[in-house]
């Protein structure tokens, strides 16, 4: 592939009630500025795949503002794949200059078909997937999220020999194939805890189908009412995280996650003494489109 990134660093977070619990952030999201995060830690694998059985042509699945959608555009763009992306809700049809993450993707090359939620809903069927081979050709298929066994194994090389000396192990849980590299590369010493961006703990189930561990906990009180859903107080946070730690955080993944790790160090979750590393996963690009939904709002932006 053209583009190779070394491991990150961790920079440790300023806590306002400590409690003697130590707090880091691992910049995940300092890989790349739209392959950011654990999108190129899910797509390396699956790239060289592609690459390796002479696919000309990636073909996934996201929403109006889904950081893979923009990170599987431009890495096709970097690497010279053609890349379609099979977008949920067919009024965004005529909404894409409106709209951030899909203006960037096809700026980047993608080509868009866009389908009803009815439609979306049954996308992995084999009927869905032959139709859309006889539409488009041939193509290799990532799924939506990214998530699959070699996403799983990309995501398996973010930890490092240097992260043995933590207790926890935090990140945001999507489709869960992040937090399932993390169990598979944590120590058995080592508690790798979970934050849903989705209402509910029906993650567990996929987590299980790649993990051979047992040192792993959801979290699900910090979903803010579900996916991509967000409030005044969420804002203010991640604002006021930018202001005093000088880093930036998505709204969807990473901002709930450490509004929920501040809230769990601040009642006492933690003993004393804990080390904590949180992998911030990118996708500071769904801000923009975050933002266009808080103005129409009339609530606060992220700064």
């Known amino acids: 592939m053209k583009f190779e990134f070394e491991n990150t660093v961790n920079e440790r977070v300023n806590l306002p009630n400590a409690k003697g619990v130590e707090l ?4 995940e999201d300092k890989l790349h500025s739209f392959v950011s995060g654990n999108k190129y830690r899910k797509l390396k694998y ?3 795949k592609a690459e390796k059985t002479s696919f000309k042509t990636l073909l996934t699945f996201g929403g109006a503002f889904s950081n893979h959608i923009a990170a599987v555009a431009s890495a096709g763009n970097i690497i010279g ?4 992306g099979i977008i949920r809700g067919d009024e965004l049809q005529n909404k894409i200059e409106n709209n951030p993450t899909l203006s960037f993707a096809k700026e980047n090359g993608m080509q868009f078909k866009f389908v009803s939620r009815e439609v979306y809903r049954n996308k992995t069927s084999e009927i869905f997937l032959k139709s859309l081979e006889d539409e488009f050709g041939e193509f290799y298929l990532i799924p939506e999220g990214g998530t699959n066994a070699l996403a799983v194994k990309g995501c398996e090389e973010i930890l490092n020999k ?3 000396a933590f207790d926890y192990i935090c990140c945001s849980v999507g489709t869960g194939g992040t937090i399932s590299g993390l169990i598979n590369c944590s120590k058995p010493s080592q508690q790798v805890l979970g934050f849903p961006a989705l209402k509910g703990d029906f993650l567990k189930e996929d987590i299980s189908k790649f993990v051979t ?3 792993w906990k959801l979290i699900t009180d910090y979903h803010f009412g579900g996916y991509a859903k967000i409030n005044e107080e969420l ?7 930018k202001i005093n730690q000088g ?3 998505d709204p969807v993944y990473t901002g709930k996650t450490l509004f929920g790790i501040f809230d769990l160090i601040k009642n006492g979750y933690f003993p004393e003494g804990s080390k904590l590393l949180t992998i911030h996963t990118g996708g500071l690009q769904g801000i923009d489109g975050m933002n266009v939904v808080l103005k129409k709002k009339n609530l606060p ?3």
């Open 24 to 27: 880091y952030l691992k910049r």
């Open 46 to 48: 699956n790239l060289l």
């Open 81 to 84: 794949f053609n890349t379609i």
């Open 162 to 164: 240097d992260d043995e």
């Open 213 to 215: 561990q047992t040192n």
């Open 235 to 241: 804002v203010a946070f991640i604002n006021r995280f």
């Open 247 to 249: 880093v930036p955080l």
């Open 301 to 303: 932006v992220i700064i």
